[in-house]
């Protein structure tokens, strides 16, 4: 029988706290939740910075190459780094083909 810690409470404690193995693996459980979010957490900035600079890029060739009207670069830009933002994003959830 294990032994009792003192106070009104002493048993109820004891169990309450569990062994020290159960306690690491409840840390480890945790810590890999944690890190199935993290793996995610810089996507909106990565998604945001892709199709900013594609679609500055666009822009900075239609100022130095073209006179046109609608500025035709800088919307292939900006669709062009949204299909690669799109791309990294589903390739970062579902994980590199093997």
Sequence with gaps: MPPVSSGPFGALSLCAQGSPE???????????????YLRFAGAGTQFTIIIAAFTLGGKWLDEQLTDLKPPLLTV??????????????IRSVYGPRK
Aim: aromatic share 4%.
């Design 22 to 36: 159960t306690r690491s693996q409840k840390g480890q459980d945790r810590q890999r939740e944690l890190n199935r």
């Design 76 to 89: 292939l830009g900006a669709l062009l780094g949204m299909a690669l933002a799109m791309y990294l994003l």
